[in-house]
T-cell receptor, first 109, second 111 residues
Framework: GQNIDQPTEMTATEGAIVQINCTYQTSGFNGLFWYQQHAGEAPTFLSY????GLEEKGRFSSFLSRSKGYSYLLLKELQMKDSASYLCVISNSGYALNFGKGTSLLVTP | EPEVTQTPSHQVTQMGQEVILRCVPISNHLYFYWYRQILGQKVEFLVS????????KSEIFDDQFSVERPDGSNFTLKIRSTKLEDSAMYFC?????????FGPGTRLTVT
């Protein structure tokens, strides 16, 4: 089975940096994704980590430690449009995605 | 940019009725998925499909559910006899490499 834990809610200020943590336990692992989801919309891909380390993509970075079952998503230079739910997602051996409950991020002026 | 499309955007049906949700995956993708999201809850995997057969399914995907690729472009999810608890947003996704691209979803309301 799988268990994915991430904070339910976070608040940050426009222009700031925020780190969203995720811990997981899984029996099969084929990578960890971060997706963004605005209310009423589909999830959209942000990042993919399959090896340990940091992946950087513009304002977004994602880190993975497989031995610790830990990942984080780092968002820099926050903008109001970054207010959304951020989903930590584990891909199992068959590439089916198992989603966490998501972290609702509110960016304030 | 290629995208996954889904129809209809919203479907209202009565309990016990059959519904078919339609998806057109990105044309060169070979792997297809259905997920659902009950309002206020997390996204849940239903089924994956490759080479014209189911490759993996979850506990949710019971005998009431079926999937089909009737032609070279469509990918459908059928619910034979809908229940109130089937009310949810249903997302189709397709992939070629590691990234899954999601369609905009069909909101199914069972009354």
């Amino acid at each position: 089975g799988q268990n994915i834990d991430q904070p339910t809610e976070m608040t940050a200020t426009e222009g700031a940096i925020v780190q969203i943590n995720c811990t997981y336990q899984t029996s099969g692992f084929n990578g960890l994704f971060w997706y963004q989801q605005h209310a009423g919309e589909a999830p959209t891909f942000l990042s993919y980590n399959v090896l340990d380390g940091l992946e950087e993509k513009g304002r977004f970075s994602s880190f993975l430690s497989r031995s610790k079952g830990y990942s984080y998503l780092l968002l820099k230079e926050l903008q109001m449009k970054d207010s959304a739910s951020y989903l930590c997602v584990i891909s199992n051996s068959g590439y089916a995605l198992n989603f966490g409950k998501g972290t609702s991020l509110l960016v304030t002026p | 940019e290629p995208e996954v499309t889904q129809t209809p955007s919203h479907q209202v049906t009565q309990m016990g009725q059959e519904v078919i949700l339609r998806c057109v995956p990105i044309s060169n993708h070979l792997y297809f998925y259905w997920y659902r999201q009950i309002l206020g809850q997390k996204v849940e995997f239903l089924v994956s499909f490759y080479n014209n057969e189911i490759s993996e399914k979850s506990e949710i995907f019971d005998d009431q559910f079926s999937v089909e690729r009737p032609d070279g472009s469509n990918f459908t999810l059928k619910i034979r006899s809908t229940k109130l608890e089937d009310s949810a947003m249903y997302f189709c996704a397709s992939r070629d490499n590691y990234e899954q691209y999601f369609g905009p979803g069909t909101r199914l309301t069972v009354t």
